[in-house]
């Protein structure tokens, strides 16, 4: 059964630019979260997806950044534009119900320059 | 907002003695998980409690949920090479929320 699939594994970009980060689930998990580690700290919350519909986004840290789960499969996470705050590993997460335990990617490792 | 605290930030130890992490949340948690980051790995879930005073074992590893559901610990007995990483513990404050707050991890070195 094939992991928590993120792409790119690494992304350095100019402020200001924009940048895509992609989360293919786990087949079959309708729960998707996104959570992010900004170096030093702790891995902070930022959404979660059920199918394709928002659950919570309380943890989205401004309207910089979009996430979307068209379809209800696989996630996309947006930054535009991005800031040098943006920096860090964002990871994504699946489970197959709520309350249970995630499943991480690999994570994303975003340097904004 | 919820808060998970965890102590210490980093741990030195001699292989073969015992490590222990702590953490304590500022509200009552609905369950606590457990995640293990390897060097430059992700995060692996370890295990989940749920109910007040809970302890549970894997082989050299216990964990403990206090009476009052805010705060719990991870012991490792015997530390060995394959024990290094990061041990998250994370919590969930009530039966609504599905997110996790995370605890600043404890990173592990074991020293042959």
């Known amino acids: 059964e094939a992991g928590v699939t993120q792409f790119p594994s690494h992304s350095v970009i100019e402020k200001g630019q924009t940048v895509t980060l992609r989360c293919d689930p786990i087949?079959?998990?309708?729960?998707l979260y996104w959570y992010r580690r900004v170096m030093g700290k702790e891995i902070k919350f930022l959404l979660h997806f059920v199918k394709e519909s928002k659950q919570d986004e309380s943890g989205m840290p401004n309207n910089r950044f979009l996430a979307e789960r068209t379809g209800g499969t696989y996630s996309t996470l947006k930054v535009q534009p991005a800031e040098l705050e943006d920096s860090g590993v964002y990871f994504c997460?699946?489970?197959?119900?709520?309350?249970?335990?995630?499943?991480f990617g690999s994570g994303t490792q975003l340097s904004v320059l | 907002g919820q808060q998970v605290m965890q102590i210490p930030q980093y741990q030195h130890v001699q292989e073969g003695e015992d490590f222990t992490t702590y953490c304590n949340s500022s509200?009552?948690?609905?369950?606590i998980q457990w995640y293990k980051q390897r060097p430059g790995g992700h995060p692996v879930f370890l295990i989940q409690?749920?109910?007040?005073?809970e302890v549970k074992k894997q082989k050299r590893l216990t964990f403990q949920f206090g009476e009052a559901k805010k705060n719990s610990s991870l012991h490792i007995t015997a530390t060995q090479t394959t024990d290094v990483g990061t041990y998250f513990c994370?919590?969930?404050?009530?039966?609504?929320?599905?997110?996790?707050?995370f605890g600043k991890g404890t990173k592990l070195s074991v020293i042959p």
């Open positions: 087949s079959g998990h309708d729960n």
């Open positions: 509200t009552t948690l609905s369950n």
């Open positions: 409690l749920v109910k007040s005073g």
């Open positions: 997460a699946s489970s197959p119900r709520v309350n249970e335990k995630l499943f």
């Open positions: 994370a919590g969930r404050e009530g039966a609504g929320s599905y997110q996790l707050t």
